[in-house]
């Protein structure tokens, strides 16, 4: 039985663990070939091979890429064109966050999160769409957060970069559409998910009343699953969301709701 993304070609960044690990997973299980890109290049390959392992040589390729550099992009865009015979999906998951307030934050993490958060997805796009024009219909997915529209007291910076990529994919959506290219671009808006992000929280109050203190902050009561993303971007980089473009997706738990 072909899957639902059978024959396409995904280029996903961020993917040596966390939700673009299990975005790799999820688009090899329904039948993509996957290019697993992160600065991390020995855990990207490591997913690759489990990959390969479950669905068959050949399925996912892993290039090291660090998301700030447009030379990095270039190279590593071409080369998973060549591996994969193509790119149809782009999905920019990439991803930090800086603390501390408007008066605590330094300049250089502000520089840092807006470099790895906003210029990532600028690059890849640029960059990717002259591969995905060959490779139509095609679908750009930009991981921002529900923090892009709610704000927070003491997260300017992660703030600002996610509402940044939030409305820059619709202004990519806008100009694919101008274009008249079958290529869609949408944002996805989760809330905490257990990924390791959360780590530095869990940490400093332990596993068990970290978690707590997030899924009090959220109506279903738990915070989310990679997967929960993962079916997401699914749904977005198949077919069967031909006519959703400069939309967003809110994985929240209901807390945009109150």
């Not at 193509?86 to 501390?100: F, K, P, Y």
């Not at 915070?223 to 400069?246: C, H, Q, R, W």
Request: glycine letters at 10%.
């Amino acid at each position: 039985m072909a899957g639902r993304v059978a024959g396409k070609k995904a280029f996903i960044t961020g993917a040596a663990q966390g939700l673009g690990a299990a975005m790799a997973r999820k688009l090899a299980e329904e039948g993509a070939k996957v290019s697993l890109a992160d600065i991390n290049h020995e855990g990207a390959k490591a997913i690759a091979a489990e990959i390969n392992a479950a669905h068959g040589e050949g399925t996912a390729f892993a290039f090291p890429l660090d998301v700030t550099k447009e030379d990095q992009w270039i190279y590593a865009l071409e080369e998973a064109d060549e591996a994969m015979g193509g790119i149809s999906i782009l999905v920019n998951n990439a991803g930090i966050s800086r603390g501390g307030n408007i008066e605590q934050l330094s300049f250089d993490d502000w520089k840092l999160v807006m470099s790895v958060n906003v210029d990532s997805v600028f690059l890849g796009t640029k960059h990717a769409l002259k591969y995905m024009r060959g490779h139509q219909p095609g679908s750009i997915v930009n991981i921002s957060s529900i923090a892009g529209l709610i704000a927070a007291h003491n997260s300017p910076v992660y703030n600002a970069s996610k509402a940044a990529v939030w409305l820059l994919s619709k202004g990519i959506a806008l100009h694919c559409a101008k274009q008249g290219l079958d290529i869609r671009s949408n944002s996805i808006h989760p809330t905490f998910i257990d990924t390791p992000i959360l780590d530095p929280l869990r940490q400093q109050f332990g596993k068990e009343v970290a978690e707590g203190k997030l899924a009090r902050q959220i109506p279903l009561g738990h915070i989310g699953e990679p997967d929960d993303i993962a079916n997401a971007v699914l749904y977005l980089a198949s077919d069967e969301s031909k006519f959703m473009t400069g939309a967003e997706l809110k994985l929240d738990g209901g807390i945009s709701a109150m």
